[in-house]
Nanobody, 126 residues
Framework: QVRLVESGGGSVQSGGSLRLSCVASVYSDNEYCVAWFRQAPGKEREGVASIDSDGSTAYADSVKGRFTISQDVAKNTLYLQMNSLKPEDAATYYC????????????????????WGQGTQVTVSS
């Protein structure tokens, strides 16, 4: 079983920044893929960014150049630095993990992840 606990959500104005954190027990594995997803009210959960045990990253087009995913394995923590936030970034953000590496074209698909956190809310005001 993998435990994921997100934190760092909050309310910011458009153009502001937030950093989300996710403490993940998956970092004890040799191979894994972890990701951030988000879900706004009435919309499907969508992949935002992912990183795997080799440090390979993937980003949704909507966040490229604004969001950065990173991990500190020693701290068992996944991060999402979000800059230049827009009202359309407002959502509940979820951390997800899979105990294996994933082909890059699958990494932002919610269907391939077995473990999920409870989510942290991000609100962006215009």
């Amino acid at each position: 079983q993998v435990r994921l606990v997100e934190s760092g959500g909050g309310s910011v104005q458009s153009g502001g920044s937030l950093r989300l954190s996710c403490v993940a027990s998956v970092y004890s594995d040799n191979e894994y893929c972890v990701a951030w997803f988000r879900q706004a009210p009435g919309k499907e959960r969508e992949g935002v960014a992912s990183i795997d045990s080799d440090g390979s990253t993937a980003y949704a087009d909507s966040v490229k150049g604004r969001f950065t995913i990173s991990q500190d394995v020693a701290k068992n923590t996944l991060y999402l630095q979000m800059n230049s936030l827009k009202p359309e970034d407002a959502a509940t953000y979820y951390c997800a993990a899979e105990r294996r590496r994933l082909a890059i074209w699958f990494r932002l698909s919610r269907n391939v992840y077995s473990y999920w956190g409870q989510g942290t809310q991000v609100t962006v005001s215009s």
